[in-house]
């Protein structure tokens, strides 16, 4: 096997490797918890919260929980994709296919003006969404990027020689 051939069978998948990493693991780990504190928020104490707010606050509560919980299972969805590859129940290349069921660009919250209007819990819980949000979207632009383009390198010396006889034949 030439060493070109060797180089490209041993050749390793950076995304493949990115979704077994300690950094997908504690994304994943810290956005289930997300999504599991959020659930409990909502169902709880966000509940009772949202009944003591006035018309116009309660109505951005309702708009604003319903961005959060889509954002968190856009997220939540990803993230189990993922968690899939790392596990080898699935390869990236399926995955890919998969996710473009999952929007991870849209939900963004209401403006800052609406968003101050809420309680505080559930301020923090939209801004840490958002923040989770992104390091999807960066870690899914880096393990989905196109893979680069392979360029034909040939023998360096053969080109250098080339480039000498096209240099001294021009002049004789």
């Known amino acids: 096997m030439s060493d070109k051939r060797s180089m490209e069978a041993g050749a390793v ?27 409990s928020y909502l169902d709880g104490a966000g509940r009772l919260e949202s009944k003591k ?3 116009g606050a309660a109505l ?5 929980s319903m961005r959060l919980t889509t954002r968190l299972m856009q997220l ?5 994709l993922h968690r899939a590859v790392k596990e080898g129940e699935m390869t990236l290349a399926q995955a890919s296919k998969e996710k473009a069921k999952v929007r991870l660009a849209n939900c963004e919250p209401g403006d800052a003006k609406s ?13 840490r969404s958002v923040k989770l949000q992104g390091e999807v979207r960066r870690l899914d632009a880096t393990m989905h990027a ?11 010396v053969e080109r250098q020689w080339g ?3 096209a240099a ?3 002049e004789a």
Do not use: C, H
Not at 76 to 80: E, N, T, V, Y
Not at 146 to 156: E, I, T
């Open 53 to 55: 707010l006035e018309r």
């Open 13 to 39: 998948s950076f995304s493949e490797r990115l979704a077994s990493s300690q950094l997908f693991t504690v994304l994943f780990r810290d956005g289930m918890a997300l999504v599991e504190e959020t659930a």
């Open 146 to 156: 196109a893979p680069p383009m392979r360029v034909a390198v040939g023998n360096p």
């Open 60 to 64: 951005v509560y309702a708009t604003e």
């Open 168 to 170: 001294f034949e021009s």
């Open 115 to 127: 968003v101050a209007l809420l309680p505080q819990k559930l301020q923090e819980l939209i801004a």
């Open 76 to 80: 939540a969805s990803w993230l189990l």
């Open 163 to 165: 480039l000498l006889k």
